[in-house]
């Protein structure tokens, strides 16, 4: 089955804890990219992939890191989470301008 | 950059009706899709219309591109329909989607 999987699905951490979330893709996409969700700010693009080793700022990169060291995998890491950080986050993957595809969602909460 | 707008923003049902949510878009796309956000945060692929219609099930949607709108309809709503739609349109080659601010959409038994 073709998919976009992210772990955990839940996380409660407290403030400058280092953490990573996972996101894997079974479709051998070249594009992948992670997106967090905010009341009354929409979705928003964190960092974007267009290929192994190549990645790129979206619209609020700050207090993120990525890494594509694989193609069917792309880390979302959070050196020093903030409480401001809490949020929805989504990871992403297609080929082009084609369909894509979502992960199941990771609810970061920091305390 | 496009600007993708979608209405209405809210939306209650009763269960059994029909709706039609719309999208709007600033600028030729060559892609579009169609999400819902169920109560539970995730977001399900419905339709990736470019342009003409499709159908799946209850739900079809139609994008006229050359008039850069797309439009969902929902009809016989049931309770699990409810939700936000969205709407999105690829931009910079696709490596990041533009999303409408959604329409919020509540089917009552």
Known sequence: EAQVTQNPRYLITVTGKKLTVTCSQNMNHEYMSWYRQDPGLGLRQIYYSMNVEVTDKGDVPEGYKVSRKEKRNFPLILESPSPNQTSLYFCAS??????????????LTVV | GIQVEQSPPDLILQEGANSTLRCNFSDSVNNLQWFHQNPWGQLINLFYIPSG???NGRLSAT???TERYSLLYISSSQTTDSGV???????NQG??????????????P
């Open chain 2, 53 to 55: 219609t499709k159908q």
């Open chain 2, 85 to 91: 739609y969205f709407c999105a349109v690829p931009y």
């Open chain 1, 94 to 107: 297609g080929q082009g301008t084609t369909e894509a595809f979502f992960g199941q969602g990771t609810r």
């Open chain 2, 63 to 65: 994008t006229v591109a």
């Open chain 2, 95 to 108: 490596g990041k989607l533009i999303f409408g601010q959604g329409t919020e959409l509540s089917v009552k």
